[in-house]
Structure formats: structure tokens, C-alpha cells
């Protein structure tokens, strides 16, 4: 039974541990419509890039990207933003 139990932890951890999220681009994000055309070319590979923008309902959305081996641009986090500020 304890031999299972540690299993089926090893099991879940590895599960946890290379899922990945994949977020497809909404109106507004930099790979909205494909890549950019301009390659980011100076920046390491691996660098994160913050972008903000509003969607189509008007809320204010943070996106975070991170530049790949190929120069392109994946997306890792978004989240809407609400703040007192929100104009």
C-alpha cells in the first residue's frame, strides 16, 4: 500500500510539473495576428516581455511573453488588471 501511495505522489508531481498552459492570443496581443515581422535580435533568449493593452470589453490585460531559441514569441502569463486607477 505505501509503495503505491509514493507512486501515485511520483505520478502526480510529474503531471503537475510538465503541464503547460497554452494561451492562444486575443485582439491586442503582440502575436494576435502571427509573429511580429521584426525579430527581436539583441534580447536573450529566454527574456520575458511585459505588455499591457484593453480587450474588446474595454479591461485593462497584462501579458507577459518569452522570446524562444527561434526568436518567437510565446505567451506564459495573462491577467486582467483591476485597479482603482482603471480609466
Do not use: W
Not at 525579430?39 to 522570446?67: C, D, M, W
Request: glycine share 6%; hydrophobic share 35%.
Amino acid at each position: 500500500m505505501k509503495r503505491f501511495l509514493v507512486l501515485a505522489a511520483a505520478g502526480l508531481l510529474t503531471a503537475c510539473s510538465t503541464s503547460q498552459v497554452d494561451l492562444s492570443p486575443i485582439a491586442g496581443s503582440i502575436t494576435y495576428k502571427g509573429q511580429p515581422h521584426t525579430r527581436l535580435k539583441n534580447a536573450p533568449v529566454g527574456s520575458r516581455i511585459p505588455h499591457e493593452f484593453r480587450n474588446q470589453f474595454g479591461e485593462r490585460i497584462s501579458e507577459t511573453y518569452v522570446i524562444e531559441p527561434d526568436r518567437s514569441l510565446r505567451i506564459i502569463d495573462r491577467h486582467r488588471i483591476d485597479g482603482p486607477f482603471d480609466d
